[in-house]
């Protein structure tokens, strides 16, 4: 079989490809299933194997994922040959994380069949979930070059695109992928969430629409936020326009840290009080608290049932809101949309959360070492002066909006993900990190509160890293908080390993460039 690595020979080889995209699983166990001997389940005629796994694909389109994983399970106890129920169940493990064993399943069907593009679109989807995007791509494509109809090569493409924000190709893909099975309700949701990014959003509102006519029963919270959101959608699309720059083509603010996190000063009409906005790179939107928005009579446009968070009981009450127009010194974005939310600390006196997409046709520099917030038109953008400790990394947007980098830390061989959030105060890993060998003896005895956008949580652990890599700068005896991010990880599209927050990202001058998915660094003159 042809991977990336090249041609795999040996039970050893295959071993470390594996290992090398699928490090945070093998490293903190969120991958290890059980799977049945054979002896352990129940063998079914040999004469309906193939009526059996017909059977199991229309449980799968139904909803019943588990009665159809129990009977190809069945079908493979009893005919260890059958490829496609391999693969249709490597299909289901993929999509229930346990991708250890789909990987195993497919690369076993791809290394005998070099024309199987079913098994080269599995492998190629397994890699893309745990990140490791360059080997995916190269698996996905090899599906596709075996057989352009290959509707998983297609939305795993599309999803890669828009990891890599590059909406224009993500949206082409994923209308492949619909095109060639418009049954998977999967890649009907990944169009209408990008359709979505790419502000086309009677596009999305449609792709949502269909997506809740052929999915399986969802649960009664999904469909009311699905529901909701086809409202606030259908409402967008009315409008001629979205985030329409407005003003002078550049502007530089005043920063103050609250809490390591960069506040600044914003109008929401001339003449009316200024308002203090956390910059915060870990929301795709923009959030304004409910008594900010009682108090300005900002009045909701729709509801959409409840979001899932961190933070107290892990959810909060969606509702949308629309401002005319956002003031951040010298320059103006008109028709705003944002969430209205109720803020769990009544000591900061923040007024709402500004997200990437109200800033992201700038240019955006944060820099804590002067304490300033500066937004440059691109076209009218110089640059960044020439300095020789500037280093620009390339960021991921995950599914969820996310900003995601890659982080290297003490004892870990492998980079992992970290969303990189300048809302966060303090930097966060994940409890299966936290429990791993490697970081568990870093634990320290101080417990912390912590406020997140679902409310309050108490006694959280904290640890106290020797070191935290990003790119080639490093920051020792770091704080982080362990948290679970089941939450985040469920709706990020590839595996999130920690948050990388403010007590790290305030040594450092950070210049966003969002339509590159690039950041530079430049390290503060004085570091604290």
Known sequence: MSTPAGNVHSHSRRSRALRLALSMFLLFGGMVSVSLAADDVQRIEPQETKKQVKLAKKLYLKGNVAEAERILRRVIATDPTFADAK???????????????????????????????????????????????????????NAIAIDKEEALAWAGLGMLDFYENRIDESLLNLREAVYYNSREADFVFALAQVSARAEKYKEAADAYQKYLRIAPDNDQERTDRIKGLIKFLNFLGRRPSLYDLEGETSTKVPVRLVNNRPVIQ??????????????????????????????LKIKPVTRGGVARALGGDGRFDIVYGFLKNVSIGDVSVRHVPVYIRKFHSATENIDGYIGLSLISKYITTIDYGELTFSLTRKDQYAGIPENKDAMTVPLRLTSSGFLSGQVKLHGIEFPLNFIVDTGASVSVISEDLASSEELSGFIQDERLRVIGAAGITEDVPSFLLPSVTFGRFSRNDLKAIALDLDLINETSGFEQAGILGGNFLRNYSLTFDFKQSMVTFIPNVRVE
């Open 87 to 141: 693969l249709d169940l490597a299909y289901i493990l993929l999509k229930k994380k346990r991708l250890i064993e789909a990987y195993n399943l497919a690369f076993e069907i791809a290394e005998k069949d070099k024309k199987n593009s079913y098994s080269f679109a599995i492998l190629g989807a397994v890699y893309l979930s745990a990140g490791n995007f360059k080997d995916a791509r190269t698996l996905l494509g």
């Open 266 to 295: 914003i109008r929401l009409k001339e003449g009316q009080e200024p308002l203090n906005f956390v910059l915060d790179t870990g929301s795709g939107i923009t959030v304004i608290s409910d008594n900010t928005a009682a108090r």
